[in-house]
């Protein structure tokens, strides 16, 4: 059976693509049970609104782009772990708790996990759609030869939001701009007739 990476030439159609649909029933099976043993379903479905979606993009690409079973078995980890947290929420993971324990940590530490993954078990995917894409749009894109084009510019990009983000902050801290807690309406609440 053929376990094709990033640079091998040939792709085997989902029907005789075993890796894919072993990948397929083991990402399906650990999210009916997330579902099914959810203690919050409104986290549920906002931690799983982007795993619909990047399903529906993996969808909806695969005739024009399919990925390597190398980079298909590394997006199944990841959501595996992410629908895993879904499951009890990240904060009250199990796992992140006997993590806890063993390390004698302050915090259950499983969103971090699953941030680390974001990064190391995507990076492969990523760089093969970059690989891809570059091949596919040197012309349209512009790389004036330049084959780590499309790395520079995401890299410039992620710079670019940090940036930002960190001139947020400062703008935020140095005049003492900070989001106030909204007004308390409830059984307590006492309204005058002013």
Request: aromatic share 18%; with cysteine.
């Amino acid at each position: 059976m053929i376990f094709t990476v990033a640079i091998s030439r040939t792709r085997m159609p989902l029907s005789k693509n075993l890796w894919l649909w072993v990948f397929l029933v083991i990402f399906s099976l650990v999210w009916v049970n997330s579902f099914a043993g959810t203690t919050d379903l409104s986290n549920w479905l906002l931690e799983n609104t982007l795993t619909f979606i990047f399903l529906l993009f993996l969808i909806g690409t695969f005739k024009k782009y399919q990925f390597s079973d190398l980079s298909y078995l590394l997006i199944c980890l990841y959501l595996c772990l992410h629908v895993y947290g879904s499951k009890y929420t990240y904060a009250e993971n199990p796992f992140g708790y006997y993590l806890q324990d063993v390390f004698n940590s302050s915090r259950n530490h499983y969103d971090r996990i699953v941030h680390f993954g974001f990064g190391f078990l995507l990076a492969y995917p990523m760089r093969e759609m970059f690989l891809k894409c570059s091949e596919l749009g040197d012309a349209y894109l512009g790389t004036q030869g330049d084959v780590w084009d499309a790395q520079k510019d995401v890299f410039l990009a992620f710079l670019g939001a940090i940036l930002a983000t960190t001139l947020v902050s400062l703008i935020k801290k140095t005049f003492n701009i900070y989001e106030k807690e909204p007004a308390k309406i409830g059984p307590t609440a006492h309204f005058s007739n002013s």
